[in-house]
């Protein structure tokens, strides 16, 4: 099963912020555990990493942090196509339309996320973390 990893889900487990960490910590241990494909799309990167450094208040560790995460999830490149999806789609936030246009394009199964809500005119199903730990 592949699923995209939404900015929110990753800063949860990275930042240990609650009372968002254990489920979204679960989420991303399948992943690493093989148990999902997980990604995040190239685009979320430097969101990541931009909010890693403004919270960590150090460049290095920010770059240590997204380093580690390397390892447990895979990166979906973000095309021209997904722009041109994302802006043409009925999703009012351009950045969730994004996610959901490179899920699309890469054929993931599900999103993950905390606001699920947001993204009800994707073509791929969100979930937020605990409905997909209950699949």
């Not at 990541?48 to 560790?61: D, P, S």
């Not at 599900?110 to 937020?128: C, G, H, M, Q």
């Amino acid at each position: 099963m592949k699923v995209m990893i939404d900015t929110n889900v990753v800063l949860d487990v990275l930042l240990k912020r609650e009372p968002f960490f254990q489920a979204s910590y679960e989420v991303m241990k399948r992943s690493a555990l093989e148990q999902a494909e997980g990604f995040i799309s190239a685009a979320a990167a430097t969101d990541i990493f931009y909010l890693l450094r403004k919270v960590l208040k150090e460049k290095q560790a920010a770059k240590d942090s997204l380093e580690k995460l390397m390892q447990l999830v895979g990166v979906a490149d973000t095309l021209g196509e997904d722009v041109n999806a994302a802006l043409a789609s009925n999703m009012t936030d351009f950045e969730d339309a994004l996610v959901s246009a490179i899920a699309a394009h890469c054929r993931m199964d599900y999103i993950v996320t905390r606001n699920a809500r947001d993204f009800r005119e994707s073509p791929v199903k969100a979930l937020t973390p605990q409905e997909f730990l209950n699949l």
